[in-house]
Each structure stands twice: as C-alpha cells, then as structure tokens.
C-alpha cells in the first residue's frame, strides 16, 4: 500500500491509530492505545517526497519506526539524513517529555506520600492477603507503595484501594524502581512483582525483599540491586501466570524472571503448582 494511507496503516499496525496523516515534514503529536484523556504519547514525522518518507514511534513505549512509500525498500542518502534528523529531533522531544512528565508525577508522589498517615494495619487489602503494612501509608482508604530509585529518592506511587485496584501515577517514571521491604545487609536478596508477594516472602523467610511493580520490571530492579549487592544471591519469585500461558503460549512472569536472573548471575523460585503438591 502506498501514499499516506499505507502511513496510516503502519500507524495503526503500530498502536498509534490515527484517522490521518499531514506530510508536511513536522513532528506531529497524536494519540496512541492506551493513552488516558488529554495524553497524546505518539507521535510521528512525514515528508511528502516523492518517494513519501516518515518516521514514528511512541513516547511511552520507546517505539521507533521508520517507513517509505513504494515497492522499493532502498532509501537514498538524502532520504536516509532527513529520517534520521526526524528521529533525533522526535527522540529529544521524547527525552524532554518525559523527563517533564516524570517531573510532575515526582511533585505529585512526594506531596501525596507527606500527607499521608502510616497504613492501618486492618485495612482490606492487608487483611484480606494476611500481610503487614511494611512501611507503607494512607490516604483516606487508598494504601501508596513508594516507588524509589536505588539511592532512595522517591519517583513515583502505586495506588491501592480496599478493593486491590491498583494504580500508577499518570506518567510516573517504573523502570529500575523498587520498594524494599527489610533493610537489614543479607547473603540473599528476593524480588517479587507485587506488594503482597514481597510482604509474603520476605514474613516467610526473613530475607530483604523488593517490590520490583510488574514482570516487565523485573530485570531492571535485578540490575539495580545486583549493582548495590555485588556478592548478594538474588532470587526472582516468579508469579505463575499459567493461565496467561494456557491462552497466549507464554508465562509472562517466569519468562521475566528467567530472563532477569540471567542477567544478574540470580536464581528463579515460584510457588508449587497444586498438582505438583500432590506429586
């Protein structure tokens, strides 16, 4: 497909669906899947050519794509120094976005975390998982888990209400941060995706465990901490996603953890499964 509905199409193919597409060599700002109300995380540059050339992406993923009209998939030289000014340019308007996002979210983290109260001990989520606050704090009904880098400096918050919703911070800053539970000097060092996993480990076995937040995140809280406990054994606690791997033919949070304890020299542990148990 060519001209600019075949952009289009690769917009869409790309998460970005766009109902249209202005090759006039600027970078324009659209919104992308999974974009909240007034957020517009994709982006992309198009020159009319001929041939018609373009770039995009997506601030919050990191994506970058380059694309070209027309059977011939060679670009000339000068094509070639147009997309890749395009993408430098789309890259430090990415970097600058973020940072400033990541910015605000930063105000807003620390200014919810100082009004807040240390956690109830019988709020519903505790209870229900039958684990300790470990440090966290309230507002109102909603526990914050702080999210902090591996020199302690708050970034970010995760939200959770009686109900075990949890929530992010609308631009928050994720990767590489953790929270840790336990803070004594140890052999061993744990990490979990979730609170409630931490909290359990750590109740079960003493060692300090971190809060590494999703699967995705796993590998980078390792290298944070392999960075901090260079002679530490670090232990990925896998959650078994066995349904996911039933549907999708993969299990997000063992492959994440695998790949994590990889990285940083670690071992992987994860639950029995019940018809282990009764092997």
């Keep these: 497909m060519a001209g600019v509905d075949g ?10 669906p766009v109902q249209a597409a202005v090759a006039d060599g600027r970078l324009h700002r659209v919104r ?25 992406g997506n601030w919050k993923t990191g994506a970058n794509e380059h694309w070209r009209s027309g059977d011939d998939a060679a ?37 919810r975390w100082q009004r807040a109260s240390r956690a109830d001990a019988g709020h519903p989520y505790l209870a229900a998982k039958a684990i300790a606050a470990h440090g966290l704090r309230q507002l109102n009904d909603v526990l914050f888990v702080p999210m902090r880098d591996g020199q302690g400096r708050l970034w970010s918050l995760q939200s959770i209400d009686p109900e075990g919703n949890k929530r992010f911070l609308a631009g928050g800053r994720k990767q590489g941060l953790y929270y840790a ?54 232990v990925l606690c896998a959650d078994d996603d066995a349904a996911t791997a039933l549907t ?9 953890a695998q790949r994590a304890a990889q990285a940083v020299g670690g071992v992987v542990a994860m639950p029995p499964r019940a018809a282990d148990a009764t092997e």
């Design 75 to 111: 670009l000339s030289a000068q094509e070639l120094d147009r997309l890749r000014e395009a993408m430098r340019c789309a890259q430090r308007r990415q970097q600058a976005e973020r940072a400033r996002r990541q910015a605000a979210a930063r105000q807003v983290a620390v200014t």
């Design 32 to 56: 992308a899947q999974g974009d909240g109300p007034g957020q517009r995380s994709g982006w992309y540059v198009l020159h009319p050519g001929p041939p018609m050339v373009g770039a995009y």
């Design 7 to 16: 952009f289009i199409a690769a917009l869409r193919n790309a998460g970005v």
């Design 248 to 256: 999708r033919g993969v299990n997000p949070g063992l492959a994440n």
């Design 181 to 234: 539970i336990g803070r004594e000097v140890s052999d061993v060092v744990c990490v979990a995706e979730g609170f409630a996993t931490a909290a359990s480990v750590f109740e079960a076995t003493g060692y300090p465990t971190a809060v590494a937040f999703d699967a995705g995140n796993l590998e980078p809280v390792a290298r944070e901490l392999r960075d901090k406990f260079p002679h530490a054994l670090i």
